[in-house]
């Protein structure tokens, strides 16, 4: 477990070096942004001097990197509020979202999964197999589209924007993200289920599934002890991989549902040139996705107990 905890500081360290690089690659100086359309030339140097743009890229990454260090990424360069009391405030929403997608992709995904696996060739495999694939192929901007159609516009049946904070109101708050999360978890149950169906068919066939039939175990036992904890480790890491992908997804689609998370922060940032706030979501959403994976390769040593002794 030390080792694979210690293995995240390099990778952190070449995250945070990426991230800084973010600047070589957005064109455009953002000194003359701030300065406006008529500024002078002297006006646009004394604040490329206070942004220190005008030192070298070393002494830059330095000064940045060791404010970051110290959990201070920076002021807007637009607003000037601090990137961490911006990110802050609308983490929340985009780790909500995300949360919510990947429980609805596992309480859907897994227990398809495993009725597919029962019989395999079957009637109900095929028909699964064929769902899966569709929501696999199915565009999610598309199917968040069509779900705000139908379920806001025609039904009425959820609301849209104006996000509710859940200490505020959790069943409000539920309401406004249902949608979202299922479309955003719509791709991962359809991922999971293809995956745990194949993880269980092979473990089917190990020698000590085949004792628990022997010895006259019911269904649910030796498919759940026996199948579904030893099938998991492969499970465990589609989700791990997923995750970046939901996070990823949850930026896109709280610009379709208005909602104000890391999305349309980043959009703005992005439009505004705005780099310190750029660099802090990348960062933030990096370091975030570093330590889903550590948690994941963690797990192996539950589920498997000869991986943790490795």
Do not use: C
């Not at 005008?54 to 807007?76: E, H, I, K, P």
């Amino acid at each position: 477990m030390v080792k694979r905890s210690l293995m995240a500081v390099p990778i952190l360290l070449i995250v945070s070096t990426i991230t800084f690089g973010l600047v070589l690659a957005i064109p455009g100086d953002p000194a003359s942004r701030i300065a406006g359309d008529h500024a002078t030339p002297d006006r646009i140097e004394a604040i490329r001097a206070q942004l220190g743009l005008d030192q070298s890229l070393m002494t830059q990454y330095g000064a940045w990197f060791s404010d970051v260090v110290r959990g201070d990424l920076g002021n807007s360069l637009i607003t000037q509020v601090p990137v961490t009391e911006m990110i802050t405030s609308r983490i929340e929403i985009t780790l909500s979202l995300a949360i919510l997608a990947l429980l609805f992709g596992a309480v859907i995904g897994i227990p398809l999964g495993v009725a597919a696996a029962r019989r395999p060739g079957g009637v109900v495999d095929r028909a699964l197999q064929v769902v899966a694939a569709i929501g696999i192929a199915m565009p999610t901007y598309w199917l968040a589209l069509l779900a705000l159609y139908v379920l806001s516009l025609k039904l009425n049946w959820l609301p849209i924007g104006q996000y509710v904070p859940i200490a505020e109101d959790p069943w409000g708050w539920f309401q406004h993200l249902l949608m979202p999360a299922a479309v955003l978890g719509a791709a991962l149950a359809a991922e999971l289920m293809r995956q745990v169906r194949s993880a269980m068919i092979e473990v089917a066939a190990k020698p000590y599934v085949t004792t628990a039939w022997a010895v006259g175990n019911n269904r649910r036992l030796v498919t759940w002890k026996y199948m579904a904890k030893n099938a998991a480790m492969p499970v465990v890491t589609v989700l791990g991989m997923q995750f970046t992908r939901v996070l990823g997804g949850a930026v896109v689609l709280e610009e379709i549902f208005s909602l104000p998370g890391l999305g349309s922060l980043v959009v703005d940032a992005v439009r505004d040139q705005d780099l310190p706030v750029i660099q802090g979501v990348v960062l933030v959403s990096a370091v975030i996705a570093v330590l889903v994976n550590l948690l994941v390769d963690l797990s192996y040593g539950f589920l498997n107990p000869k991986v943790s002794k490795a």
